[in-house]
């Protein structure tokens, strides 16, 4: 739905969602501006809540994979699961070997590939990155509300499953 100034000013859906307003709608209120703007904030206040714990929003994304994961994980999982670069990912592994969270063993199967695995310490750290992201979003749901939040968060689930069914 268009933001009220534009319902109130009788701006048609489709001229507001195509941009066919004579120039009097600008990107900046454009609903995927909201999104990206409000994305970023929650981003914003995630990573606060992981530097607490000393360790970045993708590093804590990366601890929280390897830390459900059932068997060993290759590099192209992880950067598929972040949604990252292969060199991003590959910095980020650097990281977490470097500080011993992480093993990355050479891939039997495939000697060119590795195998990765949470350490102890690893573990030790996703428990201290956990607990502040628990922390924060019982702030965040006594600001906005546990059930509000828990829609929210479908909401978002349906968008990203439906963004994945469109070709590119």
Known sequence: MPPAQYRKRGIPIAAYRNGSTNGHISLQDSTIH????????????????????????????????????TEPVTPTQLSRELGRSPAATS?????????????????????????LMLTEAGRAKWNEVRDALQHAEAVIE????????????GELDELVTALDKVPA
């Open 91 to 115: 910095e980020l592994i650097k990281r977490l070997v470097k500080t011993e969270q992480i093993t990355a063993d050479v891939d039997p199967d495939d000697r060119r590939s590795f195998k």
């Open 142 to 153: 006594r600001g906005y509300g546990g059930h509000r939040l828990e829609a929210l968060a």
């Open 34 to 69: 909201r999104l990206l703007v409000g994305s970023h904030r929650l981003a914003g206040h995630l990573n606060s809540a992981c530097d607490e714990a000393g360790v970045s929003l993708p590093l804590a994304r990366a601890l929280q994979f390897l830390a459900g994961a």
